[in-house]
């Protein structure tokens, strides 16, 4: 299933972001609202829907609150998956080679935005 973004949607200021670090936020997709997940690297943001492909439950622990690993994969709270941050896929835990659903960004003038 893809997810459709709603264009000049703008989700952070760069930043604000911490670099290597996880940042919530939230955006309106295929119609309803959906809690995301921005990872910054750099210049470079990636971002993934909110929710774990093992059991469909958000991957913060509290509201905008994420683990990280020693090796810098983000870990669902719940039950333990690892996801590496290139590509979001499942590298350990219970959907180990699943991927979370990826969300299209860009950067423009120093914000984020969901991609056209």
């Not at 590509?87 to 990826?102: E, I, K, T, Y």
């Amino acid at each position: 299933m893809s997810v459709t973004p709603v264009a000049q949607t703008e989700l952070a200021v760069l930043d604000n972001l911490p670099d290597r670090g996880f940042h919530a936020a939230q955006a309106m997709i295929d119609g309803s609202s959906e809690p995301l997940v921005l990872y910054r690297d750099g210049q470079q943001v990636r971002a993934w829907l909110n929710v774990c492909p093992h059991a469909g439950r958000a991957l913060d622990w509290a509201p905008g609150q994420f683990l990280k690993s020693k090796e810098g994969h983000l870990v669902c709270a719940v039950h333990g998956a690892s996801f590496e941050t290139l590509h979001g896929q499942c590298v350990a835990g219970p959907c180990r080679g699943d991927n979370l659903r990826v969300v299209p960004v860009r950067i423009a003038d120093g914000k984020v935005y969901l991609a056209d």
